[in-house]
């Protein structure tokens, strides 16, 4: 079985800093694949970017980066310079290459942009 | 490209009422998901649909919800009846595995917040 785990619950940052989200993850399947998505009291859930297991290099979509570190079993998320607009709830999340494309979710994380 | 659309967006019942949500997912895509987000948790997948076939349903409650897809576009999820641990939000999302770098990334709609009284 698969297992996602945020250990923050909540996180503060100051505006324009850059802030580290956690998150591990445990499969015993070799391929699978990890995302992350930024879900703002809106409800609607935002792809922000995806690491394959087998990715030489940590992906990186503007101000995201993940750090992925595959012998630790991590995956967090860096947000570089943040902005009021990505305070919002933070989720990780894991794809299998045996489950279909089925996604296996964590608890998520509450950052909170400060000025 | 428009997104997936989700109505309604809020829906209030009583317990064992019966309700129904409707998505419309992102023009070309086989496969739709409906996910169940209950408050201060992840999304849960319900059912997952390859056109209009079932993939996986094995955390469906199939004693109360149902969902189909007939034409393999447009997708009902349908709880009947509903009880209060219902209360949750209800997400829509669709892929193609002719995506992003091919990962076959789910790209999500608003939801719909069900509260069941």
């Known amino acids: 079985a698969q297992k996602i785990t945020q250990t923050q619950p909540g996180m503060f940052v100051q505006e324009k800093e850059a802030v580290t989200l956690d998150c591990t993850y445990d499969?015993?399947?070799?391929?699978?694949?990890l995302f992350w998505y930024k879900q703002p009291s809106s409800g609607e859930m935002i792809f922000l970017i995806y690491?394959?297991?087998?990715?030489?290099q940590n992906a990186t979509e503007g101000r995201y980066s993940l750090n992925f570190q595959k012998a630790r079993k991590s995956a967090n998320l860096v947000i570089s310079a943040s902005q009021l607009g990505d305070s919002a709830m933070y989720f990780c999340?894991?794809?299998?290459?045996?489950?279909?494309?089925?996604?296996?979710f964590g608890t998520g994380t509450q950052l909170k942009v400060e000025l | 490209e428009a997104g997936v659309a989700q109505s309604p967006r809020y829906k209030i019942i009583e317990k064992r009422q019966s309700v129904a949500f409707w998505c419309n997912p992102i023009?070309?895509?086989?496969?739709l998901y409906w996910y169940q987000q209950i408050l201060g948790q992840g999304p849960k997948l319900l059912i997952q649909?390859?056109?209009?076939?079932?993939?996986?349903d094995s955390q469906l409650p199939k004693d109360r919800f149902s969902a189909e897809r007939l034409k393999g576009v447009d997708s009902t999820l349908k709880i009947q009846p509903a009880k209060l641990e219902d209360s949750a939000v209800y997400l829509c999302?669709?892929?193609?595995?002719?995506?992003?770098?091919?990962?076959?990334?789910?790209?999500f709609g608003p939801g719909t917040r069900l509260t069941v009284l």
């Open positions: 999302a669709s892929s193609s595995p002719r995506g992003l770098a091919g990962t076959d990334t789910q790209y």
């Open positions: 499969t015993s399947d070799p391929s699978y694949g």
């Open positions: 690491q394959g297991s087998y990715d030489q």
């Open positions: 999340a894991m794809r299998v290459q045996g489950g279909g494309n089925k996604l296996t």
């Open positions: 023009s070309g895509h086989a496969t």
């Open positions: 649909f390859q056109n209009n076939g079932v993939v996986d």
